[in-house]
Nanobody, 116 residues
Framework: QVQLVESGGGLVQAGGSLRLSCAASGRISRINVMGWYRQAPGKQRELVAGIASGGRTNYADSVKGRFTISRDNAKNTVYLQMNSLKPEDTAVYYC??????????WGQGTQVTVSS
């Protein structure tokens, strides 16, 4: 079992920045992928960014150049630096952990609200 605890959401004006953190604990596999998804009201959950334990990253086209995902393997923590935020980035952001045994875990979600 893996537990994920997110922090860092909040309210920010358009053009501002926020940093999300997600700390994983429990049975952490050496090889894994951690990432961030988001879900806006009335929309499906979508991938924002992911990062493998080896460091390879991928981003949704809508956030490329504005968001940066990183991780600290020693702390089992993943970060999402969000710059130049737009109102359309408003959503609940969920941390995701995918193990080498093909198991997936989710955090409880943190609200990000960008005002225009």
């Amino acid at each position: 079992q893996v537990q994920l605890v997110e922090s860092g959401g909040g309210l920010v004006q358009a053009g501002g920045s926020l940093r999300l953190s997600c700390a994983a604990s429990g049975r952490i596999s050496r090889i894994n992928v951690m990432g961030w998804y988001r879900q806006a009201p009335g929309k499906q959950r979508e991938l924002v960014a992911g990062i493998a334990s080896g460091g390879r990253t991928n981003y949704a086209d809508s956030v490329k150049g504005r968001f940066t995902i990183s991780r600290d393997n020693a702390k089992n923590t993943v970060y999402l630096q969000m710059n130049s935020l737009k109102p359309e980035d408003t959503a609940v952001y969920y941390c995701n952990y995918h193990s080498d045994l093909d198991r997936t875990y989710w955090g409880q979600g943190t609200q990000v609200t960008v005002s225009s």
